[in-house]
């Protein structure tokens, strides 16, 4: 493994992460994809281990260990061939939890933080609507404030863990006559009146649950806010750096995984006498393929680095999501392509993997959306600062 970024310390995670993986989930991995439900004794085993508290401060439980070990955790995540089931759990450990940890009170932890390192209450984040997912900005649903509590109307969709999680984040409008500065972010329990959610049916990611949320006049104590009041649009924009390069570690780690799975079948495979693997034609497509994967997992890795230092990459986060998912979903592709009519085939890993991969350039910001934010700061110069 890249000693540049990972220590012995690093390895020996992975090892037992590897292991754990093996012995915990793969073997329920086949069930969980067919049902759409993750068995819930799963979390509690991710949370005895203490993955989910890798990263988050030991005085709610947490580890408090650098990003490389996240991304251990994300890469290996990948190498079990479930996008759904990786998708479940860094939605619980890295988008809700990454909101309750930075803008949560002691209080907002203690309840809501801390079983969600331990794996007993899982967690969803709620942002994008039926509406609209681009414009985060345009967002509809309200917040009104009414003497102690505020009552929230609106919509969510795509939300994983929308279904089975224990709480939600939820983004709404306290002040929408101010557009992106009116937005406020709140922590509610699954059992507040007036919320309903509805499983959706998608193309991949099947193991986990993705849902349209409804809210009907739900009563959340004022004591549910989360941070300031107004401040929500900049808080969700600040932890898409997290998320975008997440979302490229796990492309660049699917995409190997893609190839190394090829490879092995290639030596097997027999065409005209000889291994497949001897074809000039498909050697020069893994060359080309290896080194796109390759130059991806370095960069994102150098981005890593800078993250975990405490530098704010916009920039480069999203380049890793932009570039790393495209190379993934052409890996894949690919790949698919070397294992012939095998390919696919449901008993073999590309067919989901396929699935799974395209989601890369739609979630947590479009490939457009992407182009979007680099063209701004590359023509324009603009540039973007953190909420806190
Ligand atoms: C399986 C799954 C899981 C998800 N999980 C979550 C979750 O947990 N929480 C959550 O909040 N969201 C989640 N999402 C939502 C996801 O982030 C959105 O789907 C995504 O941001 C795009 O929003 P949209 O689907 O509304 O597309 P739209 O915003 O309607 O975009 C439609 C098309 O128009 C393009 N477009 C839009 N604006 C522009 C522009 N200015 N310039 C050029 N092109 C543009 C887009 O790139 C896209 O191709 C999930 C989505 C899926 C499919």
């Known amino acids: 493994m890249n000693s540049m970024y990972f220590t012995e310390e690093h390895n020996l995670f992975r090892k037992s992460l590897q292991d754990f993986l093996k012995k915990e989930v793969v073997p329920h991995i086949e069930t969980w994809e067919k049902t759409g439900k993750i068995d819930r004794f799963i979390w509690k085993k991710f949370g005895d281990m203490g993955f989910f508290g890798i990263n988050y401060p030991e005085a709610y439980g947490g580890l408090n260990l650098d990003l490389f070990y996240t991304i251990i955790l994300q890469e290996e995540l990948q190498k079990i061939n479930s996008g ?20 949560g009170n002691d209080r907002q932890k203690k309840q809501y933080l801390v079983p969600s390192i331990t794996g007993e209450k899982v967690g969803c984040l709620c942002i994008t609507e039926p509406f609209g997912g681009s414009d985060v900005a345009g967002m509809r649903s309200t917040a009104v404030k009414q003497d102690d509590h505020y009552v929230l109307n609106g919509s969510k969709t795509f939300i994983t863990n929308g279904v089975y999680s224990d709480y939600l984040i939820v983004a709404a409008k306290t002040n929408p006559e101010l557009g ?155 790949c698919l392509q070397f294992l012939g009519g095998y390919g696919y085939m449901e008993d073999y890993p590309m067919a989901r993997l396929m699935r799974d991969s395209r989601l890369g350039p739609i979630g947590g910001g479009t490939s457009e959306i992407l182009r979007e934010i680099l063209a701004k700061i590359i023509i324009d110069k603009k540039t973007y600062k953190p909420a806190t």
């Open 84 to 103: 759904g089931f990786a998708a479940a759990i860094w939605a619980h450990a890295y988008l809700a939890m990454t909101h309750l940890n930075a803008e």
């Open 180 to 334: 992106n500065k009116g937005i406020s972010i709140f922590v509610l329990d699954r059992d507040f009146k007036g919320i309903t959610a509805t499983k959706l049916d998608k193309l991949g990611w099947r193991a986990s649950d993705t849902g349209e949320i409804a809210f009907d006049n739900v009563k959340v104590p004022i004591e549910n806010l989360m941070g300031e009041e107004n401040k929500g649009f900049n808080y969700i924009m600040q932890h898409f750096a997290l998320e975008r390069l997440i979302m490229g570690v796990n492309a660049h780690a699917r995409a190997e995984y893609a190839l190394e799975y090829a490879l092995e079948y290639m030596k097997e495979r027999h065409a005209f006498g000889k291994s497949i693997n001897q074809f000039q034609a498909l050697r020069h497509t893994i060359a080309d393929l290896y080194t796109e994967v390759e130059i991806c997992k370095e960069f994102n890795y150098s981005v890593t680095y800078r993250l975990n230092k405490g530098e704010y990459v916009v920039k480069e986060a999203s380049m890793s999501k932009l570039k790393t998912t495209q190379v993934a979903d052409e890996v894949i592709y690919q």
